[in-house]
């Protein structure tokens, strides 16, 4: 399984950007798919989470702020970044868990990564 994640860059603090990932491959079903990020010096940490249910977990820091949603069509998940503060700054990194065509084994796929860089 595949991830693309794309939608990074450099915005100013207060504005927005919206980041995608895409997954492809032998996937039978998909069940969580997520975001988390990691600045240097730290640990990656979980920005947004979402389930088949589309329940939806949020890091503190980032409630009302930002939003995730899913695509099941397009195996798509999404991450709506709005009033970005300088500390959002880091590689962000989409994951997703489901099962797999054919074996119908459990996978967990991570993607390549995606720079957001919030600065005046």
């Known amino acids: 399984v595949q991830l693309q994640a794309s939608g990074g860059g450099l915005v100013q603090p207060g504005g927005s950007l919206r980041l995608s990932c895409a997954a492809s491959?032998?996937?039978?079903?998909?069940?969580?798919m997520g975001w988390y990020r990691q600045a240097p010096g730290k640990q990656r940490q979980l920005v947004a989470s979402?389930?088949?249910?589309?329940?939806?977990k949020y890091a503190d820091s980032v409630k009302g702020r930002f939003t995730i949603s899913r695509d099941n069509a397009k195996n798509t998940v999404y991450l709506q970044m709005n009033s970005l503060k300088p500390e959002d700054t880091a590689a962000y990194y989409c994951?997703?868990?489901?099962?797999?065509?054919?074996?119908?084994?459990?996978?967990?796929?991570w993607g390549q990564g995606t720079q957001v860089t919030v600065s005046s």
């Open positions: 491959g032998s996937i039978s079903e998909i069940n969580v």
């Open positions: 979402i389930d088949t249910s589309d329940i939806t």
């Open positions: 994951t997703v868990q489901g099962i797999l065509t054919l074996t119908f084994r459990p996978f967990a796929s």
